[in-house]
């Protein structure tokens, strides 16, 4: 009912910067409360990067922390993480989540994830 999809990722070189959206969109009336990225590097499990509340609360994973940025724009149901200073160590797919709640008859609490992004960090 609610799809996500995140857009921005590519090919980065280290001490670099990029932007990756994460949008989410659905043919029902729907409320978003967390909206977080992960990321999954080659042979690892996923793991958390950020996460950003409804009211603007971030939290981050300490390998991220002063160099990530996650924000939110409410209004376009969106969702942005600011990767600045990028090490080789942030080369994954990288995946937005995003928790709320349908309000429709047959609604209720949802728990969307996108297909994911690549971000390649090489020189």
């Known amino acids: 009912q609610v799809q996500v999809v995140e857009s921005g990722g590519g090919s980065v070189q280290p001490g670099g910067s990029l932007r990756l959206s994460c949008s989410a969109s659905g043919l029902t009336v729907f409320s978003i409360n967390d909206m977080a990225w992960y990321r999954q590097a080659p042979g690892e499990e996923r793991e958390f990067v950020a996460r950003?509340?409804?009211?603007?609360?971030?939290n981050y994973a300490d390998s991220v922390k002063g160099r990530f940025t996650i924000s939110r724009d409410n209004a376009e149901n969106t969702v942005y993480l600011q990767m600045n200073m990028v090490k080789p160590d942030d080369l994954a797919v990288y995946s937005c989540?995003?928790?709320?709640?349908?309000?429709?008859?047959?609604?209720?609490?949802?728990?969307?994830w996108g297909p994911g992004i690549q971000v390649t960090v090489s020189s």
């Open positions: 989540n995003v928790r709320g709640v349908v309000h429709a008859v047959l609604g209720g609490p949802f728990d969307a």
């Open positions: 950003i509340s409804s009211s603007g609360t971030a």
